[in-house]
């Protein structure tokens, strides 16, 4: 009885199915394109702090792009985690510890893989190892108070403007123009065959 049952809902089964694979896709490609626009809000950040600081451009990422992938990944983690979170004090405070806890991975696995650093927080009061301070996770955590109760909701707002077809394609080519960029960075770091400490380069 069963089998006849499978066998006469056998289209409508493999129906649901190739629409649930399509709505998976469709969702990750919406946050994929959110982890790149909070990457160059990122990027634009710390162009404006640093190029601040230094009273010239400075060149703060290790891709050529205009982002910085931390951010993007701090940003996502923030949502995921802290997405159903209400209370702001306790998103500032959890986004603290999630955030540190990425850059100094970050910072860790950048230094392992290419010999190179990207920020140092040696010369800052309250810092472990250079990788992570007081005053990095303190603003962290009013930027993550800021995405999730601020920037999130009007982004949410602004995607609904954009079809479906347009977030397909427009993910699919900003993916690849990522992937490419970081291949083309990761074999630039290498050919240097240096050890780069902060600050960074200017261009």
């Known amino acids: 009885m069963q089998s006849v049952w499978l066998q006469e809902h056998s289209h409508d089964i493999g129906y649901l ?11 990750l490609e919406q946050y994929f394109m959110l982890f790149m626009v909070y990457n ?9 702090i640093c190029s601040i600081g230094y ?14 992938p931390v951010y993007g990944c701090g940003a996502m ?36 893989i290419f010999h190179a650093r990207w920020w140092d927080y040696s010369k ?3 810092q472990l190892h250079g990788r992570v301070c007081l005053l ?9 108070v800021v995405e999730l109760k601020i920037v999130q909701p009007i982004l949410e707002q602004y995607a609904d ?13 900003v993916f690849l ?21 902060f600050p960074t380069e200017v261009r």
């Open 17 to 27: 199915a190739q629409m649930e694979r399509y709505a998976m896709i469709l969702f």
């Open 40 to 48: 160059f809000m990122g990027w634009l950040f710390e162009e404006i």
């Open 55 to 68: 009273r010239q451009i400075v060149n703060q990422g290790f891709l050529i792009g205009p982002y910085l």
């Open 77 to 112: 983690l923030n949502l995921i985690v802290l997405g159903g979170v209400q209370n702001t004090v306790s998103i500032f405070v959890l986004s603290i510890i999630l955030t540190s806890c990425l850059e100094y991975f970050t910072s860790y696995l950048l230094e392992k």
């Open 124 to 126: 800052y009061h309250y």
């Open 136 to 144: 990095g996770a303190l603003t962290f955590g009013a930027l993550s």
């Open 161 to 173: 403007t954009f079809s479906t077809e347009a977030v397909q394609y427009s993910a699919v080519i």
């Open 177 to 197: 123009l990522f992937l490419a960029d970081i291949l083309i960075s990761a074999f630039r770091q290498y050919g240097r065959g240096e050890y780069r400490r």
